[in-house]
C-alpha cells in the first residue's frame, strides 16, 4: 500500500501494513471535485524535488490537513484513498478496492472529515447538518464506519465532533448500525446478511458496480472488480456470500404480504419473468427495505431453533407409564418433521434449495426461518412466495424437472380486483413452529430440495423485442438513442415497450387520427416509481398532403397514486393537441410535472443527414432525450456531478503543459483542487454535459 509521510505529503509504498513502524492514521471523507490524484501528487513530488521545496505545501487543503493532524498526534503516515491508489493501474485498483477494508480496520486512528458539518453544529437536532450529512449517504463510508476501531469525526474547519464511540446512540440512529457494533461489543459479522445489506439500502455509490464492491469487506469475501459489468457486480456478491453462509436473510428482500390484513387474494396471473421479483437474488442493496434476522444465529431468539434436545426428549417420552403422545411433540416442533437447516447452492439450471415448503391456497411457500420486528404485533416470521411460471422457457424447464420455481407470486386486492401486485415476502404469523397466513389455520410444511431461478441476467425469459428497431425502421418518426437506454437502465429502471395489440407499427396504421403509437414504460419496482412515456403521430386537421404532428405525453405512477391500477394497453391512450404537439413546444422541449414533487424533461432533436432514412412520408425522424427532475427523483436516485468537455480540455492542457515543465507549480496551495482527475477524465470520455443540479440525464 502507498502512505503519505504526514511531514512532507511524499509517497511511500508498503508490501503490508505489519511493516509501518508507529502505525498509520487513515482519512475517511466523500470524493468532491478538484480531489488530489495519484498521478498529481506524484508530478507536485518531483516539481518540488526540483524547486527544493516542501510537496505538502502545494497538495489540496484537505490532504494537507489530514498530514498535519495525523502529524500533531505522533503518527508519521496517513493513507488518503484519492491518492495512495493508482487508479490507471487496474490490477492495483483491484487489489486496493479488495484489500480497503483491511486497510481501514488496521489503521490506527481513522479521521472522518465531513466537509457539510459546520463547528457550532448541534449533532443531535431533529434536522442538523450532522444528521444530513453526505457523509452518511455515500457507499463507501459504511466501512470506513464499521472497519476503524477508532473514528474520530471531524467539522468542515477540521474542529473535533466527536468519536463513533461517542457518538453511537447517534450514528444508530442516522445510520441504523447497531450501538454494539459502534461500541466494538459485537463484530461486524454477527448480524445476519439481511441486517447488513439494509444498513447500506439507504447509500448510494457513483458507479453501480461499486454497489457491490464498497461491501466486500463488511461481507468479508473476495470478487474480481470488473468495471463495465453494472448490477452483475451484485450478483456475483451474493455468489460469493452464499459460498460461506447459511443465513436465508439474504432471500429475504422487498415488501411483505400479510395476507389477511393486506386485503388481497391470490392471482390467476404469475409474475413477469423480466420482473427483478421473479428471482432469489436481489437486484440491489436498495432492496432490503428492513432489517431481518436468520434465527439459528440469534444470540436471544424469542423462539430457538433448532429447539433443544430436552424439548424433543420431553415430547417424545411420556412420564412413566403413559403413552407417548407424539402430536404434542409435533406442536412443539411445528410440524417441520424433524430440525434442519437450509441449504442451498448455485447450479446451471438455478438455485438449488433445501427449505420447509407449504402448499396451501394455490400458493407455495418456503419457510426462510426469518424474522422481522414489527412495530404493531413484534417478532414475525417470514415465508418467501414461489411460483410456476407458463412462459416458454418455463414450461420447458417444468418439464425437466418438475421441482423448478421462480420466486414471488401475483395478488389482487379483494376491494379492486383490477389492483395487483407482485410480492415475493409472506408474514407467517409470530410462531415459528405453527405457520399460519389465516388465523386459526396452522400449515403443515415439509422438507423439500427445489430450484429457484437465482437472477434475471441467469435465467432470462423470452427475448423481448429488439427496441433499437425503432431507430431503423423507415417509417419510424422517433429514434431512441442508446446512451438514453443505458442512463435508465443504469438509475435501476426496466424498459418495455408497447405497442398496439396487433403488434403493427406501420405509418399508415390510423386510429382516431393517431398512427405510429408507442408507449416506453419505466419501472422501477424498488423504488415504486414507473413511467408512461406515449409517443405517435397526430392526422387530425392535416389532409393527405401534409406531414403527420409528432405528439409525447408523459404519465407518472408511484404508490401514492396507486401505481398499480395502470392501464398498460395502448387502447385508451389519449392526447391533447393543445399541449402535446411537439411543434407547439419552444426548443421542442417541455417539462412534465406532477403534483407531488416529480418532473420528467422530454426534448427531441430533429436527425439529418445521408444515414437518416427518407423513406417515410408522413414525417421527420425526431430523436428524443428524457431528463427525470425535482425533489423525488432527487432523493431517490441522486445527482451526477461532472465536469464540461471545455473544462476538461482545459484542465487537460494545463495537467500537459505542468507534466512538460517540472519547474511549474500551483500559484497557491488553493489551486491545488483543480488537479485533473481518474473521474473527471472518465465522466469527460463518457460525454455527459454539465446540466442544473437537480437533472438526471438519461441521454
Known sequence: MWLLSTDRAELHFYTD????EGGYAALSHTWGGGELSFQDLRMIINQCSAAGTNPRDYVSDKVRNACILAESEGYLWVWVDTCCIDKTSSAELSEAIN??????????????YL??????????AADSAFRKSRWHTRGWTLQ??????????FAQDWSRLG????????????????????????????????????WASRRSTTRVEDEAYCLMGIFGVNIPTIYGEGRQAFIRLQHEIMKYSEDTTLFAWSYILSYESDGRDKASSTPSLSESKAYLLAPSPRA?????????????????????ASQHHSKLHSQPGEPCHVNAMESEVGLLNHPDLPEFALTNIGIRCRFPVIETNGMTIAILLVSFKSRKWGTRYLGLLLHRSNSIIATAIHKARSTFYWAGDSFNRVSNPNDLAVMRLIDLGDDLYNPRIIEHIVLSPRWRTIYVAGSLQHNPPVPARDYRRYNVLPSSPFSVPMST??????????????????????????NGGVSNLMRIRLLDVQSEEHLHIDLCL???????????????????FHSGNGFRNWDSSLENSVHDCKTDHVAEWSQRTRVFEDEHGRAARISFTLLRGPAISNESTLAEMLSLRVELLGDVYQAKYGILHVQSHQVFRETSQSHLQAQNDPTTLPETPSQAGDELTMDTVHAALLSVSVEPQRSIHMS
Open 17 to 20: 501494513t505489519w511493516m509501518i
Open 99 to 112: 484489500t480497503m477494508y483491511r486497510w481501514y480496520e488496521e489503521s490506527e486512528i481513522c479521521y472522518a
Open 115 to 124: 466537509h457539510d458539518v459546520p463547528s457550532d453544529c448541534v449533532l443531535d
Open 144 to 153: 470506513e464506519l464499521l472497519a476503524p476501531a477508532n473514528v474520530v469525526f
Open 163 to 198: 468519536t463513533k464511540v461517542e457518538l453511537a446512540g447517534l450514528l444508530e440512529d442516522i445510520t441504523g448500525v447497531y450501538t454494539d457494533i459502534l461500541t466494538l461489543r459485537q463484530p461486524v459479522s454477527s448480524p445476519s446478511v439481511g441486517v447488513r445489506m439494509w
Open 288 to 308: 432490503f427495505t428492513l432489517p431481518t434476522h436468520y434465527v439459528p444465529f440469534l444470540h436471544r431468539p424469542s423462539q430457538p431453533y433448532p429447539p433443544k
Open 485 to 510: 437506454w443505458g442512463r435508465i437502465k443504469a438509475m435501476g429502471f426496466r424498459v418495455v415497450v408497447v405497442e398496439p395489440s396487433d403488434g403493427s407499427t406501420a405509418a399508415t396504421q390510423r
Open 538 to 556: 397526430c392526422h387530425l386537421g392535416s389532409d393527405s398532403s401534409q406531414r403527420a404532428l409528432h405528439c409525447a405525453t408523459v404519465t407518472f
